[in-house]
């Protein structure tokens, strides 16, 4: 079964830097694209990042612009979110998802909390 494993969330000062990880397995990887997205408490969730397949597209919602980059390793069946200069409004909850037709299938998400 399809499983996506988040990992690498927690507690940075403003300004700061992560790398989240989500590990894939039940599928071929390198078929699909991925997604990233979050939610922050008592809001939607919104899409953050997409790379498609073979990684040589990507695509960012425009707060995420020029601070994170996404990327993905197929030997590895990894996608990453390198997040830089982070915000306290980038606080939430971060889940990678990938859409195997007719399912959108999600991991159990990583908590990032940006505070001083």
């Known amino acids: 079964q399809v499983q996506l494993v988040e990992s690498g969330g927690g507690l940075v000062q403003p300004g700061g830097s992560l790398r989240l990880s989500c590990a894939a397995s039940g599928f071929t990887f390198s078929n699909y694209a991925m997604k990233w997205y979050r939610q922050a408490p008592g809001k939607e969730r919104e899409s953050v990042a997409i790379i498609t397949s073979a990684g040589g597209n990507t695509n960012y919602a425009d707060s995420a612009k020029g601070r994170f980059t996404i990327s993905r390793d197929n030997s590895k069946n990894t996608v990453y979110l390198q997040m830089t200069s982070l915000k306290p409004e980038d606080t939430a909850v971060y889940y990678c998802?990938?859409?195997?037709?007719?399912?959108?299938?999600w991991g159990q998400g990583t908590q990032v909390t940006v505070s001083s």
């Open positions: 998802n990938v859409f195997i037709h007719p399912w959108a299938y």
